[in-house]
């Protein structure tokens, strides 16, 4: 069994409205020295499997078929043991 870690983000000419809203909250809060603030998801999973760049790929492949909306968003896939791979 191997665990990935799948972390999705806007590109960054994407606009973020609750990242914006998350920023104007903490400077309302006193927090001035906050500057941006992105915001977006992680996805855990668990994969059957040994080989760790089989994991990667097949992580990678979800991602392009149903996770991420790729025009929009980007993806950093994690390995249990450290491994990353950036997209």
């Given at each position: 069994m191997i665990n990935v870690l799948i972390t999705i983000q806007f590109k960054e000419d994407v606009l973020d409205p609750e990242g914006k809203a998350i920023a104007a909250s903490l400077h309302n809060?006193?927090?001035?020295?906050?500057?941006?603030?992105?915001?977006?998801?992680?996805?855990?999973?668990?994969?059957?499997e040994s080989d760790t760049a089989r994991a990667m790929q097949k992580a990678a492949k979800m991602c392009e078929v149903l996770l991420v909306n790729t025009i929009?968003?980007?993806?950093?896939?994690?390995?249990?043991?450290g491994e990353e791979n950036s997209a």
């Amino acid at each position: 069994m191997i665990n990935v870690l799948i972390t999705i983000q806007f590109k960054e000419d994407v606009l973020d409205p609750e990242g914006k809203a998350i920023a104007a909250s903490l400077h309302n809060l006193g927090y001035s020295e906050v500057g941006a603030v992105m915001t977006g998801r992680l996805i855990r999973l668990t994969l059957d499997e040994s080989d760790t760049a089989r994991a990667m790929q097949k992580a990678a492949k979800m991602c392009e078929v149903l996770l991420v909306n790729t025009i929009i968003e980007t993806y950093d896939i994690t390995i249990e043991d450290g491994e990353e791979n950036s997209a």
